[in-house]
């Protein structure tokens, strides 16, 4: 066999995304999906890839569904690529999810309490079967309808609070650091571990938070409470110097509730676990709650032994951007570096071989 | 694509960011300066570090070459080198000599680089501690330090086992004799390159977020001990395409018998030398 040069790598390259596209398309006798179907009929999908991706855009995040078929973390990624050349025109103002308007709110350790227990879109007592009238579709039963509360719902950390049954807030007169302008470095304080949890894989803080459930790290954690809504959003104009509302996020808030004997300093108190996601996304603001509560093991005195309680580890490795580019770089040609290992095992075994012959 | 982008493709401030990163690490010949690293159009692990590093120090009449492996048509290199003819319109060159501006993964031209070039890596893992340490406030605190003495163990413990040591390539070097630095995975055979070279190395890890730098006519040694000084090796064979036998080679199998073709990896290198009417055997090895 002549050996041929390796040429032609643009070609192949333009090849591959016109096979890509037609791929993606799929057969051509089926209507194409419309990224408004995508963005109002896939919401999860769209909501994980508005949180991963760390920018509030429904329609680039079903645009961006689309163009990755329906790969979330690819999907992601072409949300942050985009994001990342944005202008910032201002820093908001925090939220205040006391004042969201609340869809889904419950609480794990009050059997009822103001604002009451609101069960909201989910599908938690649905059972697990395969709804087939979906394949042939027809309109939903129209859902019943409430009034809307008349007063804001308080939150139930701020209920315990009252009593000093819990920590109170770690608030800082500092400006929060911005993960997205400076680099990640240790020691991180607690705002900037939250917002790399924020945008951190669910896949990821699930398992940590699940692993601290079973003894990596145990917390002893209730909710108490988890809530969805949407929440508005300000920013102070400098050259108007008051707030005002530029729009709405939905948001998926959790405060794990959890147990703390108490220290020197503090008498025994309940601690905080805090998860705050875009969208609809329980799953992923209550792993991010356990794994933020894990990993302010350190500061509260307990023992530092398991994975999510490891800042470093934890806030290294959540990122599903960062993770499956290095992942998937090892199938770029490391040819250069394998022939000088197999170089250098080619002359450990002649070595190996030397010793043997010598020793018979 | 150029409309809604900026000239190679990163926004001025972020340019300006990431060359104060430049002239620190500049000014601090081997330290990892930590970097506001940007998300790219092409994923963490691909490059992303030294293309931000590019994109912040070419200009319109900058000559840009980009190899992968030594190569100038690996795809990965293509797609790098098209991502700057597309988004800064600059002319591109598959020659050493000709480039101003060389980008490159895992390996160093064998074409002597000059004063009035800069080569920039792209670095996976800019810290050469990490498999000793794996935590990077410890790692930095060992630099602050020049707390070296874990590597010459790690070489210590592969001499007392194998007789030799057995790191072949990302061959930590010591830098102006004060940091311990990656040089990326370049094979060990090129680290004597790096050794008072006439151009700017530029190193950037992206999804690390650290930039570092070796200015011109800096000494860089590879870590070593008086006994047992570091040899550069390659494959023990003349390139089958251009008879070189001091370049770096490629192994390429050419039959399922154990048949290999052992040709240049810096494909410019070789293709000059054929020019020139140099040949090699064009055959394969005997293994």
């Given at each position: 066999?002549?050996?041929?040069?390796?040429?032609?790598?643009?070609?192949?390259?333009?090849?591959?995304h016109?096979?890509?596209?037609?791929?993606?398309?799929?057969?051509?006798?089926?209507?194409?999906?419309?990224?408004?179907?995508?963005?109002?009929?896939?919401?999860?999908?769209?909501?994980?890839?508005?949180?991963?991706?760390?920018?509030?855009?429904?329609?680039?995040?079903?645009?961006?569904?689309?163009?990755?078929?329906?790969?979330?973390?690819?999907?992601?990624?072409?949300?942050?690529?985009?994001?990342?050349?944005?202008?910032?025109?201002?820093?908001?103002?925090?939220?205040?999810?006391?004042?969201?308007?609340?869809?889904?709110?419950?609480?794990?350790?009050?059997?009822?309490?103001?604002?009451?227990?609101?069960?909201?879109?989910?599908?938690?007592?649905?059972?697990?079967?395969?709804?087939?009238?979906?394949?042939?579709?027809?309109?939903?039963?129209?859902?019943?309808?409430?009034?809307?509360?008349?007063?804001?719902?308080?939150?139930?950390?701020?209920?315990?609070?009252?009593?000093?049954?819990?920590?109170a807030?770690?608030?800082?007169?500092?400006?929060?650091?911005?993960?997205?302008?400076?680099?990640?470095?240790?020691?991180?304080?607690?705002?900037?571990?939250?917002?790399?949890?924020?945008?951190?894989?669910?896949?990821?803080?699930?398992?940590?938070?699940?692993?601290?459930?079973?003894?990596?790290?145990?917390?002893?954690?209730?909710?108490?409470?988890?809530?969805?809504?949407?929440t508005?959003?300000?920013?102070t104009?400098?050259?108007?110097?008051?707030?005002?509302?530029?729009?709405?996020?939905?948001?998926?808030?959790?405060?794990?509730?959890?147990?703390?004997k108490?220290?020197?300093?503090?008498?025994?108190?309940?601690?905080?676990?805090?998860?705050?996601?875009?969208g609809?996304?329980?799953?992923?603001?209550?792993?991010?709650?356990?794994?933020?509560?894990?990993?302010?093991?350190?500061?509260?005195?307990?023992?530092?032994?398991?994975?999510?309680?490891?800042?470093e580890?934890?806030?290294?490795?959540?990122?599903?951007?960062?993770?499956?580019?290095?992942?998937?770089?090892?199938?770029?040609?490391?040819?250069?570096?394998?022939?000088s290992?197999?170089?250098?095992?080619?002359?450990?075994?002649?070595?190996?071989?030397?010793h043997?012959?010598?020793?018979? | 694509?150029?409309?809604?982008?900026?000239?190679?493709?990163?926004?001025?401030?972020?340019?300006?960011?990431?060359?104060?990163?430049?002239?620190?690490?500049?000014?601090?010949?081997?330290?990892?300066?930590?970097?506001?690293?940007?998300?790219?159009?092409?994923?963490?692990?691909?490059?992303?570090?030294?293309?931000?590093?590019?994109?912040s120090?070419?200009?319109?009449?900058?000559?840009?070459?980009?190899i992968?492996?030594?190569?100038?048509?690996?795809t990965?290199?293509?797609?790098?080198?098209?991502?700057?003819?597309?988004?800064?319109?600059?002319?591109?060159?598959?020659?050493?000599?000709?480039?101003?501006?060389?980008?490159?993964?895992?390996?160093?031209?064998?074409?002597?680089?000059?004063?009035?070039?800069?080569?920039?890596?792209?670095?996976?893992?800019?810290?050469?501690?990490?498999?000793?340490?794996?935590?990077?406030?410890?790692?930095?605190?060992?630099?602050?330090?020049?707390?070296?003495?874990?590597?010459?163990?790690?070489?210590?413990?592969?001499?007392?086992?194998?007789?030799?040591?057995?790191?072949?390539?990302?061959?930590?070097?010591?830098?102006?004799?004060?940091?311990?630095?990656a040089?990326?995975?370049?094979?060990?055979?090129?680290?004597?390159?790096?050794?008072?070279?006439?151009?700017?190395?530029?190193?950037?890890?992206?999804?690390?977020?650290?930039?570092?730098?070796?200015?011109?006519?800096?000494?860089?040694?590879?870590?070593d001990?008086?006994?047992?000084?570091?040899?550069?090796?390659?494959?023990?064979?003349?390139?089958?395409?251009?008879?070189?036998?001091?370049?770096?080679?490629?192994?390429?199998?050419?039959?399922?018998?154990?048949?290999?073709?052992?040709?240049?990896?810096?494909?410019?290198?070789?293709?000059?030398?054929?020019?020139?009417g140099?040949?090699?055997?064009?055959?394969?090895?005997?293994?």
């Amino acid at each position: 066999m002549p050996y041929v040069a390796v040429k032609g790598g643009e070609r192949a390259i333009d090849n591959a995304h016109s096979w890509l596209a037609e791929q993606r398309r799929g057969d051509a006798g089926v209507p194409e999906v419309d990224v408004t179907q995508i963005a109002t009929q896939l919401g999860r999908a769209v909501e994980r890839v508005m949180a991963e991706g760390s920018l509030y855009d429904r329609e680039l995040a079903a645009l961006a569904i689309k163009q990755a078929q329906g790969d979330l973390i690819e999907a992601a990624f072409l949300v942050r690529a985009y994001r990342t050349t944005l202008p910032r025109f201002a820093y908001s103002a925090p939220v205040d999810t006391a004042r969201m308007l609340v869809q889904r709110r419950i609480s794990g350790v009050f059997k009822d309490l103001p604002g009451g227990q609101v069960l909201g879109p989910t599908y938690d007592y649905t059972h697990r079967l395969l709804d087939f009238s979906l394949l042939d579709p027809a309109a939903p039963r129209p859902a019943p309808e409430a009034p809307a509360a008349e007063e804001a719902m308080g939150r139930v950390a701020d209920i315990l609070a009252h009593e000093g049954l819990i920590e109170a807030h770690d608030h800082s007169a500092d400006e929060p650091a911005d993960l997205t302008r400076e680099p990640l470095q240790f020691p991180a304080e607690r705002a900037v571990r939250l917002q790399a949890l924020a945008r951190g894989d669910e896949g990821f803080l699930l398992a940590l938070g699940y692993s601290s459930q079973r003894g990596w790290g145990h917390t002893h954690p209730f909710v108490g409470e988890l809530r969805i809504g949407e929440t508005a959003v300000e920013i102070t104009p400098p050259e108007l110097g008051f707030a005002i509302d530029i729009g709405d996020v939905t948001l998926t808030e959790c405060q794990l509730v959890n147990q703390f004997k108490g220290s020197k300093t503090a008498p025994p108190q309940f601690t905080r676990g805090y998860g705050l996601v875009f969208g609809h996304a329980e799953r992923k603001a209550m792993g991010m709650a356990l794994v933020d509560r894990a990993m302010r093991a350190e500061e509260l005195g307990e023992m530092v032994q398991a994975p999510a309680q490891n800042v470093e580890f934890v806030l290294s490795h959540c990122d599903n951007i960062e993770a499956t580019g290095f992942v998937e770089h090892l199938k770029l040609p490391h040819y250069v570096d394998f022939q000088s290992e197999l170089e250098t095992v080619r002359r450990m075994r002649a070595e190996a071989g030397a010793h043997l012959e010598a020793a018979e | 694509m150029n409309a809604g982008y900026n000239f190679a493709y990163l926004d001025e401030q972020t340019k300006r960011m990431v060359r104060r990163a430049i002239l620190k690490a500049v000014a601090i010949p081997g330290h990892q300066v930590p970097f506001g690293s940007r998300e790219m159009p092409l994923p963490y692990g691909w490059g992303t570090g030294g293309i931000q590093v590019t994109a912040s120090i070419i200009g319109p009449r900058d000559v840009l070459k980009v190899i992968d492996q030594g190569a100038d048509d690996t795809t990965n290199a293509v797609s790098i080198r098209r991502f700057f003819a597309r988004t800064a319109q600059v002319a591109t060159t598959t020659r050493t000599a000709e480039a101003t501006i060389i980008q490159t993964r895992h390996r160093i031209p064998e074409t002597p680089l000059g004063e009035d070039q800069i080569i920039v890596y792209q670095v996976p893992q800019p810290e050469p501690l990490f498999r000793l340490e794996p935590s990077r406030a410890e790692t930095r605190r060992m630099h602050g330090l020049s707390e070296y003495g874990v590597m010459h163990v790690r070489l210590y413990e592969d001499i007392t086992r194998l007789g030799h040591v057995a790191i072949s390539y990302d061959y930590p070097v010591m830098v102006n004799g004060r940091y311990l630095m990656a040089p990326s995975p370049i094979p060990a055979f090129d680290n004597p390159k790096m050794h008072m070279m006439p151009a700017l190395q530029l190193f950037g890890a992206g999804r690390e977020k650290r930039i570092y730098a070796v200015p011109p006519y800096t000494e860089v040694r590879s870590l070593d001990f008086e006994d047992h000084p570091f040899v550069a090796t390659r494959a023990p064979h003349a390139c089958g395409l251009c008879g070189a036998t001091d370049s770096y080679l490629d192994e390429v199998v050419v039959d399922d018998k154990g048949g290999r073709l052992f040709v240049c990896s810096d494909t410019d290198h070789c293709e000059t030398r054929r020019a020139a009417g140099d040949t090699g055997s064009g055959t394969a090895a005997a293994e």
